[in-house]
């Protein structure tokens, strides 16, 4: 059975799929992009401009974020381990944003933090739906039920071109791991990250008012200062 046909089941996620996030008065804001985009970095940045301007915040990462998530992070990246199927692929990041949501983004949201996430649901419907192949209807549904149909309220998009990103992501491998394999994903070929890079940007296309897509082959500070200054609007909504 595909992953449609198991979503079009009329009891699955009978109940389930009407639950809403209960009006979170901070902000949330997600980084998205393909390897090596530049997008933690600038997570990273803009993290040190808000908290020198004294902004509740936190930061964290998909997947990842819980203990939990965290073990689900391990075998998703599965370095040189025992193959994962698509659809199960789809279910384990759906596993791990749940807990993720639940434990740390919705009360953060509820405390009137900015959230500042490294990736979200848009990774995996472009990762996984665009460059896996997989029905994207199917994978928006398995997201928002995981997400309780949590939505950001800006989104960065990095785009940068695959050969780009994949020269990028190869440097920073070896100057963290040394010889150590790439994971899944950086395993991947260069037409499967060309499949991403499109999804992304259909996706951006579709959402223009949460979206924002930047030049992420410019230079570092150059691309900061644009990220702080859509920051600042968007707090000043």
Do not use: W
Not at 58 to 84: A, D, F
Not at 104 to 117: D, H, T
Not at 126 to 149: E, L, M, N
Request: charged share 25%; glycine share 8%; net charge positive.
């Amino acid at each position: 059975m595909t992953l449609q046909r198991a979503l079009d089941s009329p009891s699955l996620f009978k109940d389930t799929l009407t639950i809403q996030a209960k009006s979170p008065m901070g902000l949330f804001i997600t980084f998205e992009g393909i390897e090596g985009c530049g997008k933690t970095t600038q997570v990273r940045l803009a993290a040190g401009y808000l908290q020198q301007k004294g902004t509740p915040l936190v930061v964290t990462q998909e997947p990842g974020g819980t203990p939990l998530s965290n073990k689900i992070r391990q075998i998703l990246l599965n370095r040189g381990g025992y193959p994962i199927g698509a659809n199960a692929e789809v279910l384990l990041f759906a596993a791990a944003r749940a807990q993720h949501v639940e434990d740390i983004i919705l009360p953060a949201l509820r405390e009137n933090k900015v959230v500042l996430c490294d990736r979200y649901s848009d990774a995996t419907i472009a990762y996984q739906g665009y460059g896996r192949g997989i029905d994207t209807d199917a994978v928006r549904r398995v997201i928002d039920f995981a997400s309780r149909s949590l939505i950001p309220d800006l989104t960065f998009l990095f785009d940068v071109p695959v050969e780009l990103g994949l020269k990028r992501a190869l440097r920073r491998i070896s100057k963290k791991r040394g010889p150590a394999p790439e994971d899944r994903f950086e395993q991947e070929a260069g037409e499967f990250h060309q499949r991403i890079r499109k999804g992304y940007l259909e996706l951006a296309g579709q959402e223009p008012g949460r979206f924002r897509v930047l030049d992420g082959s410019r230079e570092i500070e150059e691309i900061h200062r644009d990220v702080c200054a859509l920051i600042d609007a968007a707090l000043k909504r």
